[in-house]
């Protein structure tokens, strides 16, 4: 059964401001927002936003080692199955973790496991529906800063709004607006994890990872400055291979939502975590896997969060994903 959670109420928001975005392809990004969300009320696939924007998240999406293996065989269509694509194009705009970078540029970090994607499969992922991939991970950086940023310019290229990246610090940092109707909407993304090997410059290109107390900051001051958005936080972190969150974590989920965020849709520990409604807003501690090369059966149980978003309010439901083959389908469908 689908499990429904009901998120905070919200006043409508009758002065919709511009989206805008960091120096870095900037233009291209709003360019990208305003086509998939736009003055015009479209949405990417075609769809009118209306009175309801929809929006999914899938969890962490990786395109090497085992699902390589079987693109190589079979091909990147056969990773979306039907029922995916049937969620998908129920929605206006679909977030999925990146769990690599796609890139040409080799140059691996000296860590235990190093991923990398052919950008080449990336406007396949775009032509099944989904609009924005977070790189706020833990692997995005699998071959140094110059294939980050040109991860960041493929998945433009591609169609696709990249998250969580940027220049610098401050522009990984930075809100990324995903709709301004039927309200404003932003988008938050950071990763809560230490880098192998990798040195915290804040001012050279890198993933977000600025502090929590930062973080709950900028949340509060987007929450001042649009006091009628919907925010939504988008986190890796957490231990891999556990089921339940630590108290840090929920002490930080809901310090961000005191803070002024609506949404928090967390992934890295390939498992399917509890959600909590705290306060009126809604904590996916874990969303798991979407496409991976998941064999342990607690790796192979997920959901996607799927949040319908009107003028006056939000309803927010999750989506039970079973993923086999290295691919998602949805359950009870």
Not at 2 to 11: G, P
Not at 19 to 40: E, K, M
Not at 283 to 294: E, K
Request: charged letters at 20%; proline letters at 5%.
């Amino acid at each position: 059964m689908r499990r429904y959670i009901m998120a905070r109420d919200a006043k409508p928001n009758n002065a919709p401001s511009l989206c805008t975005r960091g120096r870095f392809g900037g233009w291209l990004v709003l360019l990208l927002s305003l086509l998939s969300v736009g003055q015009g009320g479209v949405a990417a696939q075609g769809v009118p936003v209306g009175d309801t924007l929809r929006i999914t998240f899938v969890g962490d999406l990786l395109l090497d080692r085992g699902v390589r293996e079987r693109i190589d065989s079979l091909g990147v269509d056969t990773l979306f199955s039907a029922s995916v694509d049937s969620l998908f194009g129920e929605s206006q705009l679909v977030v999925a973790n990146l769990e690599c970078p796609a890139t040409h540029v080799q140059a691996p970090m000296m860590k235990m496991y190093v991923f990398r994607a052919d950008p080449e499969h990336l406007p396949v992922l775009r032509r099944h529906g989904i609009t924005h991939l977070v790189l706020a991970n833990n692997h995005s950086i699998d071959h140094g800063r110059r294939g980050l940023m040109d991860t960041y310019r493929n998945i433009v290229e591609a169609g696709m709004v990249p998250v969580g990246a940027g220049e610098n610090m401050l522009e990984a940092a930075e809100p990324v607006c995903l709709a301004t109707r039927p309200r404003e909407v932003w988008l938050l993304s950071s990763l809560r994890l230490a880098l192998e090997h990798y040195a915290y410059l804040p001012e050279r290109p890198c993933v977000s990872q600025e502090p929590m107390d930062s973080l709950v900051a900028r949340v509060a001051a987007l929450r001042r400055r649009s006091p009628d958005a919907y925010i939504i936080v988008s986190l890796h972190w957490g231990g891999e291979n556990t089921m339940s969150p630590i108290l840090q974590q929920v002490v930080d989920a809901h310090r961000l939502v005191e803070a002024g965020t609506d949404l928090i849709v967390g992934h890295h520990s390939h498992t399917l975590q509890r959600v909590e409604n705290y306060k009126g807003a809604t904590i996916f501690y874990s969303i798991g896997n979407f496409i991976f090369d998941a064999h342990r059966p607690i790796h192979q149980k997920a959901c996607a969060a799927v949040v319908d978003i009107t003028a006056g309010g939000a309803e927010v439901r999750s989506v039970p994903l079973a993923i086999g083959d290295c691919t998602p389908v949805v359950e009870n469908r």
